[in-house]
């Protein structure tokens, strides 16, 4: 059995039209530009914009669409599985942002699916995504990252605190987690180096922490010998762990 036919947007109009007339809408195609248009006596025309699947392009298309009607729906095929569902999700939270409408067709018996109605978006703000966008902001040193670049090597506020935590050690040895709060001004010294996201801290005794061989090599040190952190190589080497999430 060879593979599926890929549909076609002309596959999803009957399932469509049969929907929005149980709805009590006189339906036809291709009005000027406008794929499908529904209109029920005095109310504002619906329109839909049927494709075979999400793109850029369909969202411009809907959006200059809401310069006619303010019901502007899209339309594609329902799919299967976590990717799809993925999918979904995301574009009916877009769909809302932009005032559009969602629907999907289930093409082997014509479901048709409203995923959301057109209508104005009303954002509902995260407190504590903006507490935690705040404290990294004032807890950051300075602006070490490019902005668009990757996660993997931003450097965040608890890689400079972890930074800190190294240089300290280097430069003394094993301490007291108490002691390297109170000399680098890092409160979470001691959960940095116990949580050791880095590989740089190890526990040589209670509540004492010390340099792993990987911790000497970024602070500059080598393999055990003592002296001062040299503080840009531990910037540098910061960027090479991957992202603490």
Known sequence: MGPMPKPKESDLYPAVKTYLESQGYQVKAE???VDVVGIRGEDDPVI???????????????????????DVYICVPRGSGRRFGKA?????????????????????????????DPGPYRP???????G???REFQRRVGDPN???????????????????CAGH???????????????????RATRIMADDHYGWF????????????????????????????????LARASQQVPGDG
């Not at 509902?124 to 903006?130: A, E, F, L, W």
């Not at 090597?153 to 608890?158: H, W």
């Not at 050690?169 to 409160?187: F, I, M, Q, S, Y």
């Open 31 to 33: 009005i000027g530009a």
């Open 48 to 70: 839909v914009e049927l494709k075979t699947g999400f793109s850029l392009s369909l969202f411009h298309q809907a959006a200059a669409r809401q310069a006619i009607a303010d």
């Open 88 to 116: 979904i999700k995301d574009n009916t939270g877009l769909c809302r942002r932009l005032g559009l409408g969602l629907m999907t067709v289930r093409l082997r018996d014509g479901l048709v699916e409203v995923h959301c």
């Open 124 to 130: 509902v703000k995260s407190k504590p995504r903006k």
């Open 132 to 134: 935690r966008l705040l």
């Open 146 to 164: 490019l902005g668009g670049q990757t996660r993997i090597g931003l450097v965040t506020a608890y890689r400079q605190d972890a930074i800190l």
């Open 169 to 187: 050690l280097a430069e003394n040895g094993p301490t007291k987690g108490a002691l390297v709060a109170r000399a680098t001004g890092v409160g």
């Open 202 to 233: 190890e526990r040589v005794a209670t509540g004492v922490y010390a340099l792993t061989p990987k911790g000497q090599a970024a602070a500059g040190t080598g393999q055990g010998s003592g002296g001062r952190s040299d503080r840009p190589d």
